[in-house]
């Protein structure tokens, strides 16, 4: 029986009636908490352009991790800060580099928390670009084909400490199929993996270089990112990296490309992760430092949005924030 319009505004304005007709539900289970790791011990050292968030030591970075499993929290995402850079960022399959050693640490104290660990290079090279650099024309470019088989080798040693998923962000040509293939090889099929397969060259990236300590000491890294005007091409990228083996992909950034996130989710079904970037936090935290909004309200409809529009995991540094003020009610 189909109630009467004026019956249908009258349910809605009862707050225990809107949660029993409400369509989208978020949860604790429905985020994962990027972190960012350093050598020492003790360290907890704010990033300034990103309140509430810092760069921490191991030590700290297992009562982060606590905090997640008391929270409801299935995932962390790992970053890591190296102690030494050069020109092709080996320090990032150093079996004793600072993400591997953070791996086993979490996973031989949480061992059902998932553990996604980033695979890039920007944060382990002298100048910033995500891979191994050649010169043509007078000028420097990403050499696509150098970088991902040192992508292999970052993936490989990751898998190797434990980690549950592989996320690699560098956007490559290929870089899928090629870590698959050296998952396999090397014995870790179960190691999934998430590609950053709609990765759009955006300005809301800004925070993230101070997080990371990884701005480009020239030019930019456009030339391996989307253009955000290309939605069709984005597509094509996730149907590319499928075909590779992709076990979840992700659209970046989250809450200024909805529309991207809604195709991808309803033309492939594929479990679909989307990343609640820095510049996002960012603005939230410095307009409610303000007084312009109100920081957990704003919170949690951005993410409610991001989880409507066909989020399976919402990647984002209000996790624990937004973790809380679910519980609350």
């Keep these: ?17 809107r949660r029993v007709v409400r369509e989208t539900h978020l949860t604790p289970a429905d985020l994962a908490w990027p ?31 606590q905090q997640a499993v008391e929270l409801g929290l ?39 928390l998932i553990v996604i660990t980033d695979v890039c290079f920007c944060e382990y090279t002298d100048h910033g670009h995500c891979g191994v650099l050649r010169e043509r024309h007078g000028s420097f470019e990403v050499d ?30 290929g870089r899928i199929g090629a870590v698959r293939q050296g998952l396999d090889q090397a014995g870790f099929e179960q190691a999934a993996i998430m ?11 800004g925070p993230f270089r101070e997080a990371a300590e990884n701005p480009p000491k020239f030019g930019d890294r ?13 597509l094509r990228e996730v149907a590319l990296d499928i075909e590779e083996g992709a076990d979840i992909v992700m659209v970046k950034p989250a809450a200024n490309y909805l529309d991207i996130l809604w195709r991808v989710k309803e033309r ?29 309200t704003c919170a949690l409809e951005t993410t409610l949005a991001i989880k409507r529009a066909g989020a399976d995991l919402v990647l984002t540094y209000y996790a624990p924030n937004l973790a809380r003020w679910l519980k609350e009610g």
């Design 35 to 65: 972190m960012f790791v350093r050598p020492g011990n003790g360290i907890r050292k704010p990033i300034t352009s990103m309140p509430g968030q810092n760069q921490v030591s191991i030590d700290v970075l297992l009562e982060q991790c």
């Design 74 to 112: 299935p995932a962390v995402l790992l970053f890591g800060i190296p102690e030494t850079k050069d020109a092709v960022g080996s320090s990032s399959w150093d079996d004793e580099g600072i993400v591997q050693q953070a791996v086993r640490c979490i996973k031989g104290r949480f061992a059902d």
């Design 144 to 173: 696509n084909d150098a970088t991902v088989a040192n992508l292999v080798k970052q993936a490989v040693s990751h898998a190797r400490s434990g980690a549950d998923i592989i996320a690699p962000s560098d956007m490559m040509d």
């Design 268 to 296: 492939f079904g594929l479990p679909t992760a989307a990343y609640h970037v820095s510049g996002e936090y960012s603005m939230i935290k410095a307009a409610a430092a303000n007084g312009w909004i109100d920081e957990k």
């Design 222 to 234: 456009k030339g391996y990112q989307m253009d955000p005007a290309n939605a069709d091409e984005a």
């Design 1 to 17: 029986m189909a109630f009467p319009q004026h019956r249908m505004r009258r349910l809605r304005r009862t707050p225990q009636l």
């Design 195 to 205: 590609a950053y397969s709609a990765k759009f060259s955006s300005g809301f990236y």
